[in-house]
């Protein structure tokens, strides 16, 4: 789908807002990730009327955990414990999916809590700021070859799952 994926048109909306409409009535506050301030998209997604974090520059290119470490690093600011996470390409997110890895983090005391079903789920996810500091270690390790596996840093670290009862909520219009 590439470039401009969060305005793509969807069930008469974009993907971007429906993935907000799923997800604002369940958390404090929303942040859209973006690459940098100079992206071309960033300008449209700002004037949705939510914070921009932009990727630190030291990670650019090396995947979504350059966006889930700037995330973690605007959770830590604003004195959160954790950060939910959920790309914009699926739009029909469950809408109580931050009470399921609320509950989930609750039960285990796991500092990473994604969704699991037919498949993996890792960017739907509840992440305690306190990973911030691995995932940097991580990123810096394999800076020289340009990224890392979401799932091979999640090997690394305390993770829980919960378990997908509806597949069609993950939906992932990218497949």
Not at 17 to 33: F, K, M, T, Y
Not at 81 to 99: G, H, S, Y
Not at 113 to 131: E, I, M, N, Q, T
Request: proline share 6%; with cysteine.
């Amino acid at each position: 789908m590439g470039g401009n994926k969060p305005f793509h048109p969807y069930a008469g909306g974009t993907l971007i807002g429906h993935a907000i409409a799923r997800l604002s009535p369940q958390v404090d506050e929303i942040w859209i990730n973006t690459g940098a301030e100079s992206h071309p998209l960033s300008e449209a997604l700002s004037e949705l009327g939510f914070p921009l974090v932009y990727d630190d520059k030291a990670w650019a290119g090396m995947g979504p955990l350059s966006g889930v470490l700037s995330g973690l690093a605007a959770a830590r600011t604003a004195n959160a414990e954790a950060l939910i996470t959920a790309p914009c390409d699926m739009p029909n997110l469950p809408q109580n999916m931050v009470a399921k890895l609320d509950e989930r983090v609750c039960e285990t005391g796991a500092d990473i809590v994604h969704f699991k079903g037919v498949r993996d789920y890792p960017l739907c996810a509840l992440w305690r700021v306190s990973v911030a500091e691995a995932l940097t270690e991580a990123l810096m390790a394999v800076k020289p070859q340009g990224g890392l596996s979401v799932f091979k840093f999640l090997h690394t670290q305390t993770v829980a799952t919960v378990t997908v009862t509806d597949e069609a909520a993950f939906l992932n219009v990218n497949d």
